[in-house]
Structure formats: C-alpha cells, structure tokens
C-alpha cells in the first residue's frame, strides 16, 4: 500500500509526469520506426520502401542522401515513406520556390514552412534531404510533446490530473501517434491545430477580452494553412451561436479568415499562381454540392443514408473501437456544465466538415481524441467501480488488462487491419 501511496504523489508532480509522458512517447518514436504502421502497396505510389525512394523517377535524392539511406536501411527493413510527405520535404527544401513545378500543396504551406525553419541551422551544415526528413520527425516529436501538455492541462482544469495522466498516456499509444509520428506529414499538427484551439477556446470563456479574442482568431486562422480542416471554426461558430454571443462569432470569422485571404493574394498576385486546393481540385470538396440535385434521385438518397455509417465507421476505425465503447459508458461520468452542447457539438462539427469536404478518412476522425480518450478513462473508471463492489482485486486486474489491450491493438500496423 505504501509503494501506491508514493506512486499517487508522484503522480500529482507535474515534472514527474512530463517526464514520464516524456518518456512514452519516446518510446512510441523508437518503436513506430522499427514496427511502422505503413503499407508496401507495390506501386511505388502511396508508400515508398528507401530502396524504392532511391530508384523513383521523382526521387529528388543525390549523392549526399543516397549513402545514408543505404547504410539506414538495414536497421528499418519495414519502414516505408509516405508519397505524400515526399511532396512536403521537397517543398520544405526549396520553399516556396517548388511552388512554381508543383502547386499541389500550393494551400497548405505550413508544415513545409515550419519543416524549412526546423532545418536551417542544420542544413548549413550537412545540406541534404536527410537534414529535411530529420528536421521533420523532429519537428513531429515536438508537437506530440506539445499536444501531450496542452491536452494535459486541458483536461486537467475540466477533470482531473489523474484523468488528463491516462488520457495523454492513451493518446501517446494510439494508432494515429503510431502511423504519423515518423512519417513527414502534417497530421500531428492537425493535432496540435485542435487541441491548442480548445485551449484557446477554454481560456477565452474564463476571461474574455477584445485582444484575447483578436489574438486567438488569427492563429487558428494561421494554423488553417497546414490544413483546410475547418472544424474549430464550425465549433466555436456552433457555440457562438448557442450561447448567444453573436458579435464575437462574427467578429472571429471574419478576423480568422484574414490569414488564409493574405496568403491567397500573395500567392495569386505576387506568385502569379492559380489557387490550387487539393480537396477541391482531387476530391470534390464544397463542389460536389453544386452538382446534387442533379443527380438521380435514388444516387442523392444513397448518399445521404450512407453519412452517418461512413462517419461511425472512420471513428471506430480511428479508435479501433475500444475507446469508444468505453468513452459511451464514461459520458454519465463527466461533470461539466453544458455537456451535452460541448460534446456532442464537438462531434456534430466533425461530421459537417466531413459532409463538406465528402470524405470521411479515419486519420481525420481520430482527431476527436479530446473527447473520446478522456471520456473513455472515465468509461474503464465507471466499470472497475462496479467490479469493485464484488471483488477488489477484479477492478485492479480490469485496469491492467483493460489499459494493456488498448496498447496492445494500437501497436500493430494498422493497414494491415484498414487496408
């Protein structure tokens, strides 16, 4: 009892976690590259092996980069590049210039930017495509670690500390951390996007001001150009609009906007390039809403029936669903005043941006880890409390073996179960 008794306040010593969270996700970064979460396609199209990145026709590779990946290579067999962060890190070595061969990226400059910053002073030194990749896992860790802390206070304020400790812990070992962390792609900082604006959005409701109010739109704004995904605007839109705050839901439109407009002109005017989004241009997003009511009628009706399985099928993909059957059992455990508008808005507003932009990918949908992984700490708390009644040791067997197999499934390569 003693050996608890220590653990528990060590436990409500922030150091003592952040160095133990710290620790965690190290390990997840060792581990994700010996055992990644990637798909050998055998294209050579989506996923590159590094023989495979040194032979492509596109490989912007040379005489520096090519040693190094083949003395690398032997210590990680199963590792694979996504094609995708390919385009990032050729874009983050010749930033903006690789605009002007390629616009693919054209409205998403961020993460290169961020990538081309991180990788300044080394590339001074050994100036390579390996530097880039560095610089971009490296870039990676940091907001993982960034994430970790706000998510840690965030839920730390609305909960408890022992809540936030298993939430982050949680998230340090899911399947999203997994695949992205060692992959040079924007998803951790789509991450890093939705939990610094639920702590922007939290901090703003305890102390509301002008300033505050200026400062957070512009970054939320600014954080839109790593990616188009649009749900804390319709979030904190949806809550201006319950709480009756008109006036300053419009004002933080308006002023969030304001950075994606400028980088518009300046890429249309000063660049002299066409806009060039991705999602509209390669998936129909917004556009296909112009076109419905021309369909057929029976294609308009399966469309719509098929939102919300598609939607409930990318988070229990997302999830691998154990998170969220506990995270459904946890929600009478929350104590929050307006639960239900915050919780189920928040999902509400993930569902419209992947109704908008009609696509519903399970990488996206793993972005509600605010929600789910707190509210599924709560949902394992609700069933040990039960099997507490009858026997004692039955709750602690259940923590471990509960928390353990959440880990456990989150480990594998997951497109071997979501091809």
């Not at 495509?129 to 896992?137: K, M, V």
């Amino acid at each position: 009892m003693e050996i608890i008794s220590e653990l528990k306040n060590l436990l409500n010593k922030r150091k003592f976690i952040f160095f133990v969270l710290f620790l965690f996700l190290v390990v997840q970064l060792v581990y994700s590259f010996l055992f990644p979460s990637s798909a050998f396609t055998g294209t050579g199209h989506q996923w590159l092996s590094l023989p495979e990145l040194i032979s492509h026709e596109r490989s912007p590779l040379g005489s520096s980069d090519i040693p190094i990946v083949n003395k690398l290579y032997p210590f990680f067999l199963n590792y694979t590049v996504n094609a995708d962060g390919g385009e990032y890190l050729i874009l983050a070595k010749n930033f903006p210039g690789y605009y002007f061969k390629n616009v693919i990226y054209l409205a998403r400059p961020l993460y290169s930017f961020l990538v081309a910053v991180v990788a300044f002073l080394p590339s001074l030194f050994f100036d390579s495509y390996a530097t880039i990749f560095a610089s971009a896992i490296f870039l990676n860790f940091v907001l993982a670690y960034a994430i970790i802390l706000l998510f840690y206070f965030l839920i730390e304020k609305i909960i408890s500390s022992r809540t936030a400790f298993l939430s982050s812990f949680l998230f340090v070992f899911s399947p999203f951390v997994h695949s992205w962390l060692v992959q040079p792609v924007p998803e951790l900082l789509g991450a890093f996007i939705i939990v610094s604006s639920l702590y922007f959005l939290y901090s703003y409701t305890k102390r509301p001001s002008l300033p505050k109010l200026i400062v957070f739109s512009l970054t939320i704004g600014t954080f839109m150009l790593a990616k188009m995904f649009f749900v804390p605007t319709v979030f904190i839109l949806m809550l201006s609009v319950y709480f009756k705050r008109f006036r300053e839901g419009i004002l933080f439109f308006f002023i969030h906007l304001i950075p994606l407009v400028f980088w518009y002109f300046w890429v249309t005017q000063v660049f002299k390039l066409r806009f060039f989004e991705n999602a509209v241009e390669n998936f129909d997003s917004v556009v296909w809403m112009l076109n419905i009511f021309s369909w057929p009628w029976y294609e308009t009706f399966r469309f719509f029936i098929n939102i919300l399985p598609q939607f409930i099928s990318a988070i229990l993909f997302g999830f691998l669903l154990v998170p969220v059957i506990f995270a459904l059992l946890g929600y009478k455990r929350l104590l929050l005043n307006n639960k239900d508008i915050f919780c189920f808005g928040f999902i509400f507003s993930f569902l419209v941006v992947f109704f908008v932009a009609n696509f519903y990918f399970d990488r996206h949908a793993a972005l509600l880890y605010p929600l789910i992984y707190p509210l599924a700490v709560l949902g394992i708390d609700r069933v040990a409390d039960f099997l507490k009644k009858y026997k004692i040791w039955s709750s602690v067997v259940f923590y471990i073996v509960t928390y353990l197999f959440i880990i456990i499934i989150s480990s594998p390569n997951i497109y071997k179960i979501l091809p």
